[in-house]
Nanobody, 125 residues
Framework: QVQLVESGGGLVQAGGSLRLSCAAS????????MGWFRQAPGKEREFVSI????????YYADSVKGRFTISRDNAKNTVFLQMNSLKPEDTAVYYC??????????????????WGQGTQVTVSS
């Protein structure tokens, strides 16, 4: 049973920082890609960032490039999303997801087979 558990969300003022964590368990994730997505009220779920677990290749949505950093700790099976210079428009539920076809480094949420429960991030102006 694959489990992804996010943590680290909260309320922060604009310009502040948060670090999200995604703890993965249930199998070996060395061949997976791990993505972060977010969904704001009334909006579709959107891609934020992705990292290939084995090689460490990363991609970011244009809206977060230069402010967010994705990383992983292989020993702890944990993926992180460091979010700096947060803006009110970053407010959303953030989800961690795993894709067993790591090489495609997909930005499409429907290609991810495993999801966490989400963690709320609220940025006040």
């Amino acid at each position: 049973q694959v489990q992804l558990v996010e943590s680290g969300g909260g309320l922060v003022q604009a310009g502040g920082s948060l670090r999200l964590s995604c703890a993965a368990s249930g199998r070996t994730f060395s061949s997976y890609a791990m993505g972060w997505f977010r969904q704001a009220p009334g909006k579709e779920r959107e891609f934020v960032s992705i990292i290939s677990w084995s090689v460490g290749t990363t991609y970011y949505a244009d809206s977060v490039k230069g402010r967010f950093t994705i990383s992983r700790d292989n020993a702890k099976n944990t993926v992180f999303l460091q979010m700096n210079s947060l803006k009110p428009e970053d407010t959303a539920v953030y989800y961690c997801a795993a894709d067993s076809k790591a090489m495609r480094l997909s930005r499409r949420s429907y290609e991810y087979g495993y999801w966490g429960q989400g963690t709320q991030v609220t940025v006040s102006s």
